[in-house]
């Protein structure tokens, strides 16, 4: 699939994000994405005006809007409360009609499975269901990818393709996807959190907040890196900056005693049970 036109409905962050890494990609496929081959829908003025100057693409205020022919893909990218409605929308403007020559429908939406998408658009529309991350926007993104029953395998390897463009995107199991949402979907502000925090602990002994905060980052970005690049695990690496009697079994010792590793396992629990609830909503 080259030369193809891309409807992007809703302008938000990560609609953003996914427009941005795209254009910025010098990956195949996404380096054959080009400003022109981009329509975004968005119904805020401002946002419209901001991504039109920004990003160079052309942006319309409602998806009735999108003319026959004008679209091969369309990335739905809005919150998971308005979809349907959205879905309506989409669902009465022939230029989205299903079937074989109907465009190849990409959801990013949390909670939402196939089934449900495709029951709400057009007969037989042709749909792959992808969750991204914001570190897309810079081409280090994770994204979980599954297709609904209609998407061929061409078209679901094409967005692995794409979305691997802007980091890492893996197959899986769409029962597995309210799981991926809780980790890599919602996983960037939980280090964003733990920046935050080693940050104020750090601060509160005395570190001046800056600097602190630039050790702190530099820390996740320096540990994250070894981990990928390297043979060693997160455990070996654990263990590797541990010495008997040492700070860092101090520190994790303490960590543990006070439910540190409760308190992702009750994150990820939470965010799983919301991602179950948007599917019902």
């Not at 998806?63 to 919150?79: C, F, M, R, Y």
């Not at 007969?123 to 998407?151: E, F, T, W």
């Not at 543990?256 to 179950?276: C, H, L, M, P, W």
Request: aromatic share 4%.
């Amino acid at each position: 699939m080259s030369g193809i036109s891309i409807t992007i409905i809703g302008g938000g962050k990560m609609g953003e994000a996914i427009l941005k890494g795209w254009l910025a990609s010098t990956y195949v496929p996404a380096a054959r994405i080009e400003p022109a081959d981009v329509v975004v829908v968005e119904p805020g003025e401002e946002r419209r005006a901001f991504l039109s100057a920004e990003h160079g693409v052309t942006c319309v205020a409602d998806a009735s809007l999108i003319e026959p022919g004008q679209t091969d893909v369309v990335v739905l990218s809005v919150k998971p409360q308005v979809m349907m409605n959205v879905l309506e929308t989409v669902s009465a403007n022939p230029a989205f009609s299903g079937g074989a020559d109907g465009p190849l429908f990409i959801s990013i939406a949390a909670g939402i499975p196939t089934t449900r998408l495709e029951a709400a658009l057009p007969k037989d529309a042709h749909v792959v269901r992808v969750m991204p991350n914001m570190p897309l926007s810079i081409g280090a993104g994770a994204s979980g990818v599954c297709k609904g029953a209609q998407a061929t395998n061409d078209e679901y390897d094409y967005v692995v393709g794409l979305f691997g463009c802007l980091g890492r995107a893996v197959p899986v199991d769409e029962s597995d996807m309210d799981i991926v949402c809780a980790l890599s979907g919602s996983g960037p502000a939980y280090v964003a959190a733990m920046i935050e925090a080693l940050r104020d602990a750090a601060a509160a002994q005395g570190l001046d907040e800056q600097l602190a905060e630039t050790l702190a980052l530099q820390t996740v970005l320096g540990t994250a890196r070894l981990i990928d690049e390297t043979p060693l695990s997160p455990a070996v690496t654990r263990e590797a900056v541990c010495s008997p009697g040492g700070t860092t079994l101090a520190a994790l010792d303490a960590m543990y005693e006070a439910g540190f590793n409760d308190v992702f396992q009750a994150g990820v629990d939470a965010a799983v049970r919301r991602s179950k609830e948007l599917a019902q909503s």
